[in-house]
């Protein structure tokens, strides 16, 4: 699976963005979705995920009721809407693929991941 993610920028707090992961190469909705992100001088984090069917989400305690993931798999696409951002916020956030629905916050079940796209909050 080739992931390709878009759609970070630049934000003023409180604002929002749509992050975008485009798949191709497998079948996409054999694959559960997740996002995870990279502060600078931090590990990676998960985000949230979203199972292969769309009907099962989990999300970071972090960012629930702000983080909104979904995908389109007749368009091979996963989303995340990204709303009330604050400045910890800022990250590389990264799209990954994952075969199996387990362990779903752990980034080692992810095999294929995206090149990640640059989200900057601004005060």
């Known amino acids: 699976v080739q992931l390709q993610a878009s759609g970070g920028g630049l934000v003023q707090a409180g604002g929002s963005l749509r992050l975008s992961c485009a798949a191709s190469?497998?079948?996409?909705?054999?694959?559960?979705m997740g996002w995870f992100r990279q502060a600078p001088g931090k590990e990676r984090e998960f985000v949230t995920t979203?199972?292969?069917?769309?009907?099962?989400?989990y999300y970071a305690d972090s960012v629930k009721g702000r983080f909104t993931i979904s995908r389109d798999n007749a368009k091979n696409t996963v989303y995340l809407q990204v709303n009330s951002l604050k400045q910890e916020d800022t990250a590389v956030y990264y799209c990954?693929?994952?075969?199996?629905?387990?362990?779903?916050?752990?980034?080692?079940?992810?095999?294929?991941w995206g090149q990640g796209t640059l989200v900057t909050v601004s005060s």
């Open positions: 990954a693929a994952s075969i199996t629905w387990s362990s779903v916050s752990d980034p080692y079940k992810y095999r294929y």
């Open positions: 979203i199972s292969g069917s769309g009907r099962i989400t």
């Open positions: 190469g497998h079948t996409f909705s054999n694959y559960a």
